[in-house]
Nanobody
């Protein structure tokens, strides 16, 4: 069964940190590329971070580069997003998504989690 479950969101002050988790089924984790997106109120969903095809390379949106880190734990089929130095403009619903091919375009992802809210106060 293809399933993604995000967790770890919350309310944090500017400059703080959060770690998001995306737990996947073994099938999804082994066969798909997991990617983080976010959507702020009134804005389109945007790419945040992803792995390359082999999982060894990572890619980030310019707005989060140097502050966010994507990682994975193969033993528990989970992908993480460590978010440091958070800014109010990082406030959004964060989604984990899966695709068969590496991409930064939301429309190319057939599988999505339910999302987790991140709110950064100034």
């Amino acid at each position: 069964q293809v399933q993604l479950v995000e967790s770890g969101g919350g309310l944090v002050q500017a400059g703080g940190s959060l770690r998001l988790s995306c737990a996947a089924s073994r099938y999804t984790f082994s066969n798909y590329i997991l990617t983080w997106f976010r959507q702020a109120p009134g804005k389109e969903r945007e790419f945040v971070a992803r792995f390359g095809r082999t999982g060894s390379n990572t890619y980030y949106a310019d707005s989060v580069k140097g502050r966010f880190t994507i990682s994975r734990n193969n033993a528990v089929n989970t992908v993480y997003l460590q978010m440091n130095s958070l800014k109010p403009e990082d406030t959004a619903v964060y989604y984990c998504a899966a695709s068969l091919f590496p991409s930064s375009q939301p429309g190319q992802f057939p599988i999505w989690g339910q999302g987790t809210q991140v709110t950064v106060s100034s």
